[in-house]
Every structure is written in C-alpha cells, then in structure tokens.
C-alpha cells in the first residue's frame, strides 16, 4: 500500500515564525503536491514537485515555498507565518502522468497561526 | 476553462436512504479524467474511482454506483442503502490529459454528506 506521511497533525505557531511542513512517500513516486483546505474554498494547489529539486507553482504560492531535495520527501515552507495561513495542509504523491493517476493523500497537518 | 462544479453543499439523510451526489464539469478536452475521493473525519483523502473520458460505461461497485454522461458532462455518484459510516465529505475531479495544464487536478468544491442513524 502507498503511504503518504505528513510529520504533524496539529501544530500551532506564532506569527513571523519560519514553519516547516513535511511529507514523506514510500512509493517512489516522481509527483507530489502541497494543498490546502478551507471551508468552502475547496482544495487549492499550492505547488508541485515532477522531480528532485524540481517545482511548479500552483494557483495560490504566494507566502510559500518548497524543497525537494529527495525524491521521497516534499517539504513546505511558511517563512513568516501569518494568520491567514492558518488552514489543513494536504501532501499527496502520484507517479507518471499526472492527469489520469490517481493521487494518494496525507492525514493532513492542521495548522493554527496565532 | 476547466471547471468541476458540485452544487450540493450539504447533504443529510437517514440510514438506508439512498442518496446521489452530483458532479458537472466543464472542459474543452476531448480527452480526460474524472476521479471522485472521499474524506472522512480522520481527515485523508481516499480514491474511489477514476473515469476516462472515453469509458461511459457505468459502474458499480457495492452499495458505489457511478453514472459517467458525456452528453449532460456530469459524473454522478449514488450510495444506496447509506450507512453512517458514509459520512464524509466527498470530492469530484477533472484532469485534462493534453492540455497546457495537465499537471494537476481541477476539484470541486465538496459534497459534505451526513448519514444519520
């Protein structure tokens, strides 16, 4: 079975705090990507990564950013974390091609930003 | 432009109910993807099931049933017999495979779906 690993469940951080958000896969798989929920908006893609040290920006970037520096692992990163940010961070992963595999997902990391 | 539209916001019924959960898109693409996930309480995402744009074929798969229609660009999605265990918030998807775009998912919004015993 896929397993997709996000570090944290809950966190909560002051704001201006860097915040790191981690996520490990066991499947080798070449995509993986960063969302987040909020009520009513949906799941909004933050960035993707087709490759190590590879990255796409996604339809809301702004405030964040990304490293993989292994293709297992994708992390994102708040470098001065604002009230706003507060939201669930979905990781997930795919191989291939992106349009028609399925993507496997995260608990999520529920983040609070005080 | 690409668009996956779940109209329904809220759905609550009684256990045993049968319940459809609508899902319309909108693309341009001849060919693509639909996917339909569920998201329980605990949080993560599950697939369901994946549909080419070139399979119509409905498909079943316990108390599951997906109706694929081109002609009305809907992929509808319908329990039968709910149980409380269904509750969750489910999301429809597109995915184009050609297009410019085609490195990510397009969601709706959600269908948060409550199942009462």
């Known amino acids: 079975d896929v397993k997709v690993t996000q570090s944290s469940r809950y966190l909560v951080k002051r704001t201006g705090e860097k915040v790191f958000l981690e996520c490990v896969q066991d499947m080798d798989h070449e995509n993986m990507f960063w969302y987040r929920q909020d009520p009513g908006l949906g799941l909004r893609l933050i960035y993707f990564s087709y490759d190590v040290k590879m990255k796409e920006k996604g339809d809301i970037p702004e405030g964040y950013s990304v490293s993989r520096e292994k293709k297992e692992r994708f992390s994102l990163i708040l470098e001065s974390a604002s009230t706003n940010q507060t939201s669930m961070y979905l990781c997930?992963?795919?191989?291939?091609?992106?349009?028609?595999?399925?993507?496997?997902f995260g608990a999520g990391t529920r983040l609070s930003v005080l | 432009a690409q668009k996956v539209t779940q109209a329904q916001t809220e759905i609550s019924v009684v256990e045993k109910e049968d319940v459809t959960l609508d899902c319309v898109y909108e693309?341009?693409?001849?060919?693509?993807?639909l996917f339909w996930y569920k998201q329980p309480p605990s949080g993560e995402l599950v697939f369901l099931i994946r549909r080419n744009s070139f399979d119509e074929q409905n498909e079943i798969s316990g108390r599951y049933s997906w109706n694929f229609q081109k002609s009305t660009s809907s992929f509808n999605f319908t329990i039968t017999a709910s149980q409380v265990v269904d509750s969750a918030v489910y999301f429809c998807a597109l995915s184009e495979a050609y297009a410019g775009n085609n490195r990510k998912l397009i969601w709706g919004l959600g269908t948060s779906l409550a199942v009462n015993p």
């Open positions: 693309t341009r693409d001849t060919t693509y993807y």
């Open positions: 997930a992963s795919t191989q291939g091609h992106v349009a028609k595999n399925i993507q496997y």
